[in-house]
């Protein structure tokens, strides 16, 4: 079972750095255990000009049976001779990813410490897989290869060379060369679809093989075209852990949505009023509504659900009456953004006490949301298919149950006011959906009757006499009876 990674230099910056990007020396060979036998990293050449490391790991069958706790006993005579006759030892597979995974844990976290900018750089990369099963042919290998920059060279291994009549196998000899990946990036593609080529997985697949696929396919899997096949053969066709991944991706979608391309839009709000001065953006309008429908309702712990890069936060951090901000994403890169905007590295002791940033599903309840004065769901329920809203609904007012809940989205009514929104077409690209004012406050009636709230409604922006704002409100108070009233609130 054998992959060679290779890349070339330039002047100043010799191909033998790749050396300190795998964290392996190119002047020694170097043996690690693993579970399922021993994996050898050595490098074939290590010039200025080009450099190679190779991966082999060795597999030892009998351990390969005992780790699997004897599974094949006491059936079919040729099934228990499979435990230890078979293509493991020399054929890629999810053996060769966990190694991956061991072997190279911090290359493939993109941590660097001597070669930092080496680490961040996009590299002319090459790729090797002499044997790698591929249950789908040279075709599905170009498909989940070569979306993701990819130049892909897959050829099929002859069933025997002495007898071509037989066909080929059904292993490909794939050649992956890119110009536009990091390293880190390069080996959690292979991470992740070196099993999904497979389609089997030789170890027992839990609940945290979710977490560790989102992990690796950070950054490139929301978006995948192929993302539901990954999906599934990753998590070895376990239908609820693919379907919980693939709620956590949809919301990644939502996370990774662009703010500024939002914001561009909402910044034309106004732009046909007749004041001579600029007028305030919506984002901003948003964002002050929010905060004083807070204040009005005592708010101190604050979490706000899909902060995606921490504006609000941002503002929230500004007035000590919030006494505990916490924002919540499914996306570790938005999670970042916000942690680099919000400078938490270099916050004091006392404002750092105020503001924690942590990862989590809105589409799952989560014992950490449990408690808090108030929720914020701003501009984030029309990014979600309808099927999953329910879901939300659940986590939030069924289960962490905050004492008021504030939830913000377009009103669609007001997109025929934008001449540079073409008609029909929604604000942003991520949207699923965008609702009139009639469909927003069913809803939320739907949901404050269901839960034990009271709901009452404010318009965000330009009220206009005719299709309303172009943004809105429902405020969401939790009460002792299950019975829903609508209130009328000037505009913010």
């Known amino acids: 079972m054998f992959v060679t990674i290779s890349t070339t230099g330039t002047a100043g910056s010799p191909a033998t750095d790749l050396g300190y990007l795998l964290h392996k020396h190119p002047g020694k060979a170097q043996a690690f255990s693993t579970s399922y036998g021993t994996a050898h990293v050595f490098y074939p050449e290590a010039r200025a000009e080009r450099c190679t490391a ?75 897989v002499p044997a790698l099963p591929a249950r789908g042919g040279p075709d599905l290998v170009r498909q989940l290869f070569a979306p993701l920059g990819w130049t892909v060279t897959a050829d099929p291994v002859p069933l025997d060379t002495a007898f071509p009549e037989w066909g080929d196998s059904r292993y490909v000899r794939l050649v992956l060369e890119s110009q536009g990946l990091t390293l880190a990036e390069a080996l959690r ?78 910044n034309a709000v106004g732009a046909e009023t007749e004041a001579e001065e600029k007028p305030t953006p919506l984002a901003v309008r948003r964002r002050d509504a929010i905060l004083q429908a807070l204040r009005d309702h005592g708010a101190g ?120 929104l073409p008609a029909g077409h929604v604000r942003h690209g991520d949207h699923r959906f965008e609702w009139t004012r009639a469909q927003f406050r069913t809803w939320a009636h739907t949901v404050a009757e269901r839960h034990g709230y009271t709901v009452e409604f404010t318009p965000v922006g330009p009220d206009d006499p005719e299709v309303g704002p172009p943004t809105q409100m429902a405020v969401l108070t939790l009460s002792t009876t299950r019975t829903s009233t609508e209130k009328e609130a000037r505009p913010a």
């Open 301 to 420: 712990r604050v979490l706000d659900l899909g902060c995606g890069q921490g504006r609000l936060v941002q503002e929230l951090l500004k007035d000590p009456r919030f006494t505990e901000i916490v924002g919540v994403d499914v996306s570790m890169r938005a999670l970042a953004v916000a942690a680099r905007r919000l400078k938490l590295d270099r916050m004091s002791e006392r404002q750092a006490a105020r503001v924690k940033l942590f990862q989590g599903s809105l589409a799952y309840t989560d014992s950490r949301l449990k408690g808090y004065d108030a929720a914020v769901l701003s501009e984030v329920i029309e990014h979600l298919d309808p099927p999953r809203l329910p879901a939300l609904e659940y986590a939030v007012f069924g289960a962490a149950r905050p004492a008021t809940v504030l939830v913000t989205t377009p009103n669609v009514e007001y997109n025929v006011r934008w001449d540079s």
């Open 54 to 128: 190779a991966l082999l790991l060795e597999i030892d069958p009998v351990a390969l049976v005992r780790r699997g706790k004897g599974k094949g006993r006491g059936g079919a005579p040729d099934a228990a001779l499979a435990q230890y006759v078979n293509d493991r030892p020399y054929a890629a597979s999810s053996l060769l990813a966990v190694a991956l995974g061991n072997v190279f844990s911090s290359a493939l976290r993109g941590v660097c410490q001597t070669r930092p900018e080496r680490a961040a750089a996009p590299l002319p990369l090459r790729v090797e």
């Open 189 to 266: 593609h292979l991470y992740v679809l070196l099993p999904v080529l497979d389609d089997a997985k030789h170890y027992w697949v839990s609940a945290d093989e979710v977490d560790k696929l989102l992990r690796a396919g950070e950054g490139w899997l929301a978006g995948h075209p192929e993302q539901q096949l990954i999906t599934s053969r990753y998590l070895s066709r376990r239908w609820s852990l693919t379907r919980e991944a693939m709620d956590r991706l949809e919301l990644v979608r939502l996370a990774e949505a662009d703010d500024s391309a939002v914001e561009d839009i909402d």
